[in-house]
């Protein structure tokens, strides 16, 4: 067929899709009918398929260029992962986020064996060092424990609660975002709060405050190091997808497993937000601390049984081929 | 198309058509994360009076002026972020900026970024951005312009414009003519086809040529008419010089089938 006939023959479908592209509203075809979206998919095929026949036969015709750049414009338009839907924020707290952390577990206790090498390693400068203690351990806080002043109430605890719930999320997005460097910025996060806690508990207890002192950490730090160790498991997931791609590229690799860990990241720092509340409202305040601990082991038995237990029934028509019984021929 | 150019990436479609994305460069896509600064900017900086005033409320001695400062510096960082995470989730990989200068956020398998993937490239925008601007050292030397954000979301970013309108690629190109004689009548012509009448389209509408090459290539391709047309080489050069028995040839024809 010559030029001129292709194009005459095929121009109206090929003017059609364009009119359905710019029909398409913030790149999605959403708001259209759904016998529009169907035209819309029959256009895009004939319309590759003449794409297919100009680049054979007329490679350097300008109507290849343009045949091209139309289905590159419309084939996202058709080809995407799911739509994301509020109502889906339910059932991926219930299944999605528990399956993946479970999944990942032996990131999860990577990051765990790290932030636990920063704590035994500050604990150990504390006690081995007691000189250093000073340089390790800011004074005010036993100054604080001395005066009996922690357990009486933070002043303008709402604004230090919001402060510290925006530094926690920023720093578990930070501990996923540090894997693309291979996790080296994931593991110092890691590393750097578990010596804070080695160095402040070590102190804390050479100097006899340690009941007043987990009374004090435990009823949000439970969730709040669990969360941190959980994002920096996201975080360790990537830096291991790059440096051990397996039977892929490291590009790819790494993006597949990006956009499993990056829900579980994003999922488990909402959680940061109770921590902070708890953090500002309830470690420091005047109940009493058998009070604080007994929150503290709630909040913990709440939060484990919901990542190791939820969402472990398969659900009913969802198994695996490989558990159908044999079809037996008739 | 050629797969080998760095400028374009191949994707290979489910109809097993090879659909060619054009990659947006540096300079573009820099510039179109500076229309959206233009945005974010103004946005964050309305966003801390907004929070100052309100957490202002709840403040009540010095200390608690601190945290409020701390905390609006906090939010800044969320709100800034925040702009580009939801403008790219809302517009399907186009914010303002990038729709501006006609880009947008795709998958490399050529399927509409969807919100894991614009989650992670935003997620890591974080180290992109505030590493020492690591993210534009990268893309400077990644080959397909991608920053860390794109290379761990499977994102890049192409051209979203039409390169070529349909008038445009559908008006034939000028015949560039010696003469609009025709001559006349020539032999034959019914065995040459569609296929030779293009490639003389193409030969005759092609601006540039040298006169030398012109001429060089046009006694070549006059040599392989005579062929298809059942006449003695060399007769064209008794007859008329080659480009213009091309000329000749390809105005009867038209002539036959406008």
Redesign the interface.
């Known amino acids: 067929?010559?030029?001129?006939?292709f194009?005459a023959e095929r121009?109206g479908r090929?003017?059609a899709l364009?009119a359905a592209i710019k029909a398409a509203k913030?790149?999605?075809l959403r708001n259209q009918s759904a016998n529009d979206i169907e035209r819309f998919g029959l256009l895009l095929?004939q319309t590759?398929?003449d794409?297919?026949i100009a680049?054979r036969?007329?490679p350097?015709?300008?109507?290849?260029?343009?045949l091209?750049?139309?289905?590159?414009?419309a084939?996202?338009?058709l080809?995407?992962?799911?739509?994301?839907r509020l109502g889906a924020i339910g059932p991926f707290f219930a299944t999605a986020l528990p399956r993946s952390f479970r999944a990942a577990w032996p990131f999860m206790v990577a990051s765990l064996a790290l932030m636990a090498i920063g704590f035994i390693a500050g604990w150990l400068a504390v006690d081995l060092r007691p000189d250093l203690r000073v340089s390790l351990v800011p004074p005010s806080l036993f100054d604080e424990m001395a005066r009996g002043q922690i357990g009486t109430g933070v002043?303008?605890a709402?604004?230090?609660g919001?402060?510290i719930i925006?530094?926690n999320?920023?720093v578990a997005?930070?501990c996923?975002?540090?894997?693309?460097?291979l996790g080296i910025?994931t593991a110092f996060v890691l590393l750097s709060n578990g010596w804070m806690l080695g160095t402040v508990a070590a102190a804390v207890q050479l100097g006899g405050y340690d009941y007043q002192f987990w009374s004090l950490i435990v009823p949000h730090g439970v969730l709040e190091l669990s969360v941190i160790v959980i994002s920096g498991g996201t975080g360790l997931m990537?830096g291991n997808a790059i440096l051990r791609p397996g039977q892929l590229r490291r590009?790819?690799a790494?993006?597949?497993v990006?956009?499993?860990a990056?829900?579980l990241?994003?999922g488990v720092a909402s959680l940061l937000i109770i921590a902070g509340t708890l953090e500002a409202f309830v470690s420091p305040s005047s109940l009493p601390d058998p009070v604080k601990l007994a929150v503290g082991a709630g909040v913990g038995l709440l939060l484990y049984s919901w990542l190791l237990l939820a969402g472990r029934t398969p659900q009913p028509g969802r198994a695996f081929a490989f558990d159908r019984p044999a079809e037996t021929p008739a | 198309?050629n797969s080998s150019q760095l400028d374009t990436i191949s994707?290979k479609?489910?109809?097993n058509?090879t659909?060619?994305?054009?990659v947006a460069g540096l300079g573009s896509r820099l510039v179109a994360q500076i229309l959206d600064n233009l945005l974010a900017v103004p946005i964050t900086l309305v966003a801390i009076l907004l929070f100052s005033a309100v957490?202002g409320i709840?403040?009540?001695?010095a200390?608690?002026a601190g945290?409020?400062a701390?905390?609006a510096g906090?939010?800044a960082?969320?709100v800034y972020f925040g702009y580009f995470f939801v403008a790219e989730?809302?517009?399907?990989?186009?914010t303002p900026g990038k729709s501006a200068m006609g880009l947008?956020v795709?998958?490399?398998d050529?399927?509409?970024a969807?919100?894991?993937?614009i989650?992670?490239r935003n997620?890591?925008?974080?180290?992109d951005v505030l590493?020492v601007l690591i993210g534009i050292v990268v893309m400077f030397f990644q080959p397909q312009t991608r920053r860390?954000?794109d290379?761990?979301?499977?994102t890049i970013v192409?051209r979203?414009r039409?390169?070529?309108?349909?008038a445009?690629?559908?008006a034939?190109?000028p015949i560039l003519l010696r003469t609009p004689d025709s001559g006349p009548p020539i032999d034959g012509l019914d065995r040459i086809?569609?296929?030779e009448?293009?490639a003389l389209?193409?030969f005759l509408s092609r601006p540039g040529l040298s006169p030398k090459l012109r001429a060089d290539l046009a006694a070549d391709i006059a040599k392989r008419l005579l062929d298809r047309l059942g006449l003695p080489p060399g007769a064209p050069e008794r007859l008329w010089p080659p480009e213009l028995f091309i000329e000749r040839i390809y105005l009867q024809l038209d002539q036959r089938h406008p």
């Open positions: 067929m010559s030029l001129d006939a194009i121009q090929w003017g364009e913030r790149g999605r095929r590759s398929s794409l297919a680049r036969d007329h350097d015709a300008p109507i290849t260029e343009y091209n750049t139309l289905c590159a414009r084939h996202p338009l080809y995407r992962g799911n739509a994301w002043q303008d709402p604004v230090v919001l402060d925006q530094n999320i920023r997005l930070i996923f975002a540090g894997g693309i460097l910025p990537l590009g790819e790494l993006a597949r990006a956009v499993r990056v829900l990241a994003l | 198309m994707v479609t489910s109809d058509v659909l060619g994305y054009s957490v709840f403040v009540t001695g200390d608690g945290y409020a701390v905390g906090f939010f960082f969320f989730a809302v517009t399907g990989g186009r947008r795709i998958r490399i050529g399927s509409a969807d919100f894991a993937a989650a992670v997620v890591i925008r974080i180290v590493v860390l954000g290379l761990g979301a499977g192409v979203d039409a390169a070529v309108s349909l445009a690629a559908v034939p190109p086809g569609g296929f009448r293009d389209r193409v």
